[in-house]
């Protein structure tokens, strides 16, 4: 009897401290999940915060969108979706909504050169790109998704661009792509890399989609500026470029031009240059 009263303490002591630990535990994983949901929910609050701080701060031609109404017309394509099955199309009521405006004769699109072209166009007001326009600007290098059954919108644990074809960010920057290159008119440019081997890749964004929406009713021509390095790896001459050609819709003129890295910086570097001049 002593002695199992003796070692019930022990055993007690025992119970105890396992509640005590379990309780331990229990608060520590409330106090992780609780400020885990915080920082979830801020993040997302974070999300629609910049969304409309962008769309509000853009200097577009154009004022008077409505912000709200656009941030609407964006989350319903994904929301409460799964993050591997948002369709392309699921954006068409977001590019209704903020149209491509015509921008002839300046709309720049560009494959591989992407730090290099925005570069150029921040500097010399005479090209729009994508990520010129409002929603291309909103929403550059953003990360967004849905979760089944949560009107939510999550910023972390997305599937990635190659994780699943159908994910929200892939999905808008192919329909925003092909919104504006539908939206093409006049002289179009195309800034490629001319220090790789292949410029032109069928399976890029600009060869899958860009390519071949440019319509000759309204495309006149497209001039590509191969932008190449000291020792240029590949020119305009190069097969891949030919294939372009190929996908043009017939009666748009294509040019090339090799056009030096170095050239292009000395020409947005000085203000008194006249954008045409740059190539
Ligand atoms: C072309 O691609 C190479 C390799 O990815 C890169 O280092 C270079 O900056 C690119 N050139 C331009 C003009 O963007
Ligand atoms: C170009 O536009 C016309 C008229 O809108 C249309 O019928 C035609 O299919 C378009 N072509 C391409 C290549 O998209
Ligand atoms: C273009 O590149 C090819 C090889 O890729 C070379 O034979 C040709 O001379 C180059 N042309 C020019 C104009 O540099
Ligand atoms: C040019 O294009 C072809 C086919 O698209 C490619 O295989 C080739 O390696 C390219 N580059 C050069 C430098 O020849």
């Given at each position: 009897m002593e002695h199992g009263e003796y070692s019930r303490p022990g055993k007690k002591r025992n119970t105890r401290c396992l509640a005590i630990s379990v309780c331990a535990a229990l608060l520590i994983v409330i106090v992780i999940a609780l400020a885990l949901g915080l920082s979830l929910s801020h993040r997302n609050e974070g999300f629609k915060a910049t969304f409309i701080a962008r769309c509000e701060g853009f200097h577009g031609?154009?004022?008077?969108?409505d912000c709200q109404k656009i941030w609407s017309a964006f989350e319903q394509a994904y929301v409460g979706q799964d993050p591997c099955k948002v369709p392309v199309e699921a954006y068409d009521p977001l590019i209704a909504a903020a149209p491509f405006e015509p921008a002839c004769n300046r709309m720049m699109f560009w494959s591989k050169t992407q730090d290099f072209v925005h570069d150029f166009t921040e500097k010399k007001d005479c090209f729009v790109t994508l990520e010129d326009t409002l929603l291309g600007f909103t929403l550059d290098g953003l990360t967004w998704c849905g979760k089944e059954g949560s009107s939510e919108t999550f910023t972390t644990g997305c599937p990635g661009w190659s994780q699943c074809e159908k994910n929200p960010v892939r999905s808008f920057w192919i329909r925003a792509s092909d919104g504006f290159a539908a939206s093409a008119c006049g002289d179009v440019t195309a800034m490629l890399n001319g220090?790789?081997?292949?410029?032109?890749?069928?399976?890029s964004i600009f060869g899958s989609i860009e390519v071949k929406r440019f319509n000759s009713t309204t495309v006149k021509t497209l001039t590509v500026v191969l932008v190449t390095q000291e020792?240029?790896?590949?020119?305009?001459?190069?097969?891949s470029l030919k294939d372009l050609q190929k996908e043009l819709d017939q009666g748009i003129k294509y040019t090339c031009k090799d056009v030096p890295e170095s050239k292009i910086n000395e020409c947005s570097s000085r203000p008194d240059v006249p954008c045409g001049a740059c190539w």
């Open positions: 031609k154009s004022k008077g969108y220090s790789i081997d292949t410029p032109f890749s069928p399976t020792s240029p790896t590949t020119n305009c001459t190069n097969a």
